[in-house]
């Protein structure tokens, strides 16, 4: 278990939907990140957030849109769903520069 | 750019043989960390080690040991006597020192047959 948790675990909507994806992360951690894996493109950088401020963002969509809040915790919010957009979310927490440590992953399925 | 090419897309042993994965990556910069991942069948990616770059020492942790060679620009992970349980998909992952992303190879699907 490495301390950050993410819900839910399995997320099944429809095409054109908006969903949120929640996370904690381990206690300390000043960073979170966001990953997408998919079978096309692998694992992907999506976002990062450091103490409430994003910090760096990577091949992430304009329908995708991500905060993190005073308690650290981390939404990453998916709008106007397209199929492709099923994929496994992960997200990561770090103190800082250093170990990311992911959580569970959130399962999305478009339908 | 910065690079992480692992060629070895599945490698399939039998229990209690050795299995190395290979791991080659790109980057300009003279600090940077390696790390491997492994993600079970359950989904989940679990941190296996970090490496940096100024450090070239082997490490061994149990089973699973890594040879950081910075002349091949490779970083392979080796798990002796491979266990059913290591069935996995074995990330190797790259980031800069003042970057803040995992760039991550495409990952070696390891199964291991009783």
């Known amino acids: 278990d490495s301390g950050v948790t993410q819900t839910p675990k399995h997320l099944i909507t429809a095409t054109g939907q908006r969903v949120t994806l929640r996370c904690s992360p381990r206690?300390?951690?000043?960073?979170v990140y966001w990953y997408q894996q998919s079978l096309d493109q692998g694992l992907q950088f999506l976002i990062q957030?450091?103490?409430?401020?994003?910090?760096a963002k990577g091949n992430i969509l304009e329908r995708f849109s991500a905060q993190q809040f005073p308690d650290l915790h981390s939404e990453l919010n998916l709008s106007s769903l397209e199929l492709g957009d099923s994929a496994l979310y992960f997200c990561?927490?770090?103190?800082?520069?250093?170990?990311?440590?992911f959580g569970p992953g959130t399962r999305l399925t478009v339908l | 750019a910065q690079k992480v090419t692992q060629a070895q897309t599945e490698i399939s042993v039998v229990e209690k043989e050795d299995v190395t994965l290979d791991c080659v990556y790109e980057?300009?910069?003279?600090?940077?960390?390696l790390f491997w991942y492994k993600q079970p069948p359950s989904g989940e990616l679990v941190f296996l080690i970090r490496?940096?770059?100024?450090?070239?020492q082997n490490e061994i942790s149990g089973r699973y040991s890594w040879n950081f060679q910075k002349s091949t620009s490779s970083f392979n992970f080796t798990i002796t006597a491979s266990q059913v349980v290591d069935s996995a998909v074995y990330f190797c992952?790259?980031?800069?020192?003042?970057?803040?992303?995992?760039?991550f190879g495409a990952g070696t699907t390891v199964t291991v047959r009783a």
């Open positions: 206690s300390g951690d000043l960073s």
């Open positions: 980057t300009r910069d003279t600090t940077y960390y």
């Open positions: 957030y450091y103490n409430g401020e994003e910090r």
């Open positions: 990561a927490s770090s103190p800082e520069l250093n170990t990311q440590y």
């Open positions: 992952a790259l980031r800069r020192s003042n970057d803040y992303k995992l760039s």
């Open positions: 490496r940096n770059s100024f450090d070239e």
